[in-house]
């Protein structure tokens, strides 16, 4: 399959990229939806004791809440343009009309501790133009074509001056705060290396110089070698609870070779990524038969033009429910004290979403 | 005011103690309630890639839910009795039956992580007999008192060999999970210092070797002085919304001078942290009028035997709304990178909280 790409300018100055199994019809003109705020300016203030950045957006209050009619469907009444123009297409990706990084972000405030423009940048991502459907619900064709779109944003932004991490993501259900129903992920391309990532890294960094191989490259072959975590298998990609998992149903998915990132991945562990995720999340689903909410967030190598051997791209997934209908609440230990407290073990869990059973992941592009 | 206490064990084996502004009557005998599911043993595990422990306790699955019968009131029938024995005291605390940490932990599983037993304590503060009233609507007796309750938690769980860290939080609301109305706190004692208090520990201890002061008590100095993010103030504490604020109405409390923990706290010192903690949790409630629902976390220096000049005590609280009706959710960006986003600025969440008319906090013991 070839990924084919047209990439445009919104009338207010935004970018959009439309991604297509075929090619895209040249006619296509970009839209924006009417009124705004004005350009967005946000910034970034040091937190001395946490000793990482916090990025402030006040323009964000505005945004929107729920809508009854679909920013993310294709336009239909010309008069009244939603995000995304007609024709035919899979996939769009668009600076966020709210965003809590931006390109343009100038003059930080002068306060009492330093300050930064938020650079950088915020997309969303369409996945479908089914507005009822979801991401695990995908064919197979359709997926590997976002995990294309995926490393092409990596690549695209990576390349950005103001960008060092790039950080897709899906929050999915009301239960995370979701206000879009329509299936959509987001990319925040940060300005600096993010807390979490850094932390990750720093650890992968340590274990490669001890042992000159990736840690989560040899945790995985231990995984698999015990077999009790896993939650699917193939020859170039993995998914798992791990047995340090903090929620309940915290699934790892990785391809068993460490590339770095998205765009290293060849044919083949593209198309086993995009089956292992649509397994995943098909599972979730199906467990106990109701679209299972979750953070879905991309561990990858920064794009900060060091070399990085000891990053191990993998996806996290934090599924908001530890029962049926017990949501996990961060609370006191998590939020205060950084301290996750599982009720449940992973060993268990892994094999309750073993036995879910699903449709096979498949389908090729029309 | 002089703190009346009574240590004693209930019928199972966990710790309970009494506290009260008047002596307690020694005729007092502790109960428990029936049933249970036998000893707790929860284990750590070690998540290799964020460097931090992971703490399993599988029997927390069956806690209490929303019960319908209040087991933090008062026993009043003896065949069915709740935790707390009837009689005359002002605030309890007790081991919690479905505990996270326990001092008798032992023998963790061995997987393909470091483990350890899951030692320390978790206990429950019920802070004031009257089940539908709230911890800032307390006379400030009562708030003192609480006050020493926490510091004499502090220097007792301090003291024990298996206790690194000792942790006061409160979690208020449905929003944050909370699943029993009565007014009631928890305290964590950690077997060892947990990740965020470790980190703003390190930031503390290297501005402490660099300047010869204490981070925490030169920041409050500029924003004291700066009065625009001030909330409270007074002789020896203030309520501020720090400039560098996560949360959209996150309130820090702490006393003026760098004490390292509550212990240290001078009687002053402790009455005007009680009064302003008191101020703050009513000025929240006012805002919109109604019970604002937050997490409540305390910061102060670890029991580890090490001194700890650098640390000062502060309370942090995070409430769960940004905008009225409307959640901050952790999400993509904070749960999957740790980079918090903010709508709002802390100098105008301040003004509003500063607005906000109340009765003032006082009352003495009767």
């Known amino acids: 399959m070839t990924l084919h790409v047209r990439r445009m300018t919104k009338p207010d100055g935004r970018a959009l990229v439309l991604y297509g199994h075929a090619p895209i019809d040249e006619g296509i003109a970009p839209v924006a939806p009417l009124g705004d705020g004005g350009p967005p300016n946000p910034h970034l203030r040091w937190h001395p004791l946490r000793c990482e950045w916090i990025a402030y957006a006040g323009h964000r209050q505005l945004r929107t809440f729920l809508p009854t009619e679909d920013p993310l469907a294709r336009t239909v009444d010309p008069e009244n343009p939603t995000e995304l123009p007609p024709g035919e297409y899979d996939v769009a990706v668009f600076e966020n009309r709210f965003p ?35 991401l695990g619900a995908l064919p197979l064709w359709h997926l590997e074509l976002l995990v294309d779109v995926w490393a092409d944003r990596t690549r695209e932004l990576g390349l950005r001056d103001d960008v060092q991490y790039v950080f897709p993501f899906e929050n999915r259900g009301v239960e995370v705060g979701v206000t879009l129903h329509h299936p959509h992920g987001q990319i925040y391309a940060y ?174 592009a029309p």
Chains 1, 2 share one sequence.
């Open 100 to 134: 809590t990084f931006h390109g343009a972000a100038h003059d930080p405030p002068s306060v009492m501790v330093s300050t930064l423009p938020a650079r950088g940048t915020a997309e969303v991502v369409v996945f479908t133009h089914d507005a009822r459907g979801s």
């Open 191 to 364: 300005p600096f290396v993010p807390p979490l990532a850094a932390r990750e890294l720093a650890a992968q960094r340590e274990y490669w110089e001890n042992h000159g191989r990736g840690l989560l490259e040899d945790h995985l072959a231990r995984e698999i070698e015990d077999e009790v975590r896993i939650v699917h298998l193939e020859e170039h990609a993995v998914a798992l609870i791990p047995v340090f998992a903090r929620y309940a149903y915290e699934v790892w998915i990785a391809p068993r070779r460490a590339a770095p990132t998205l765009v290293e991945l060849s044919r083949e562990e593209r198309r086993a990524f995009a089956r292992t995720l649509g397994t995943v999340l098909r599972k979730l689903d199906a467990l106990w038969g109701r679209p299972f909410p979750y953070v879905m967030a991309f561990h990858q190598a920064p794009t900060d033009g060091a070399p990085h051997p000891e990053a191990h791209l993998h996806v996290e997934i934090y599924p908001a429910y530890r029962m049926p209908g017990r949501l996990k609440y961060l609370a006191g230990s998590e939020l205060g004290a950084g301290v996750f407290t599982a009720d449940t073990l992973p060993e268990t869990k892994a094999a309750e979403l073993r036995g879910a059973s699903i449709a096979p992941v498949e389908g090729e």
